[in-house]
């Protein structure tokens, strides 16, 4: 399985971590190449950023690209991998 990794920031770069030792830099609103699952699965740098809201993992990359990926908002079956989440999660952020 595959997936891609977009940069959900509007100004400056986000560096990522990934499990083999490699570092994956996106600028504000790219989009990764496709990266095997295994690169972000149990990654604890990922899941930060996830909870954060500053990346978006899609893990129903389709060769088509992510636009058609995204349009199609299908319900995988997990695979053990971090859960995708779509609600905003605000915590205690004075104006």
Do not use: F
């Amino acid at each position: 399985m595959v997936v891609r990794i977009r940069s959900l920031l509007v100004s400056g770069p986000v560096v990522i971590p990934l499990n083999t030792g490699s570092v994956l830099r996106l600028s504000p609103g790219e989009v990764s190449d496709e990266l095997p699952d295994v690169e972000v699965a149990d990654n604890a740098k990922v899941g930060k950023l996830l909870r954060q809201r500053v990346i978006e993992v899609d893990t129903d990359a389709a060769p088509g690209g992510p636009a058609e990926a995204e349009a199609g908002g299908g319900e995988g079956e997990g695979g053990g991998s971090e859960p995708r989440t779509r609600a905003r999660k605000r915590t205690g952020s004075a104006g």
